[in-house]
């Protein structure tokens, strides 16, 4: 499943996307650990296989709470993107 976390606002749309279907195979959980800000936790899918899921008090809050990663001048990958090997994770900003 694609799932998608996140909001729109005046100032544009910030969603973190993840593919859960790699989630399901993924044997190290490397982005609950890269995340410095800790946004990813491990949830129960419907069919009960553990999936990433980004945590339900930072879902309205991802432009702030990204921001260390991603300074106003640009940058060059992100810890989160970097360490998911599967290639599960993007982010619409
Ligand atoms: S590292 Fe990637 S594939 Fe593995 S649990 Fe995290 S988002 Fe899913
Ligand atoms: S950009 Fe940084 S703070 Fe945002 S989800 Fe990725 S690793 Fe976490």
Known sequence: MIANYGYR???GEYYVTI???????CV???CVEA?????FEIEMDDYDD???AIAPTAR????ERCAGCKPTGGHV???CISACRPGA???SW
């Open 9 to 11: 606002d005046g100032s």
């Open 35 to 39: 995340c410095p800000e800790r946004l």
């Open 60 to 63: 309205k809050l991802l432009k």
């Open 89 to 91: 994770i993007s982010h």
């Open 28 to 30: 190290g959980r490397w």
């Open 50 to 52: 553990e999936v990433v």
């Open 19 to 25: 593919d859960t279907a790699l989630c399901v195979e």
């Open 77 to 79: 990958g992100l810890p």
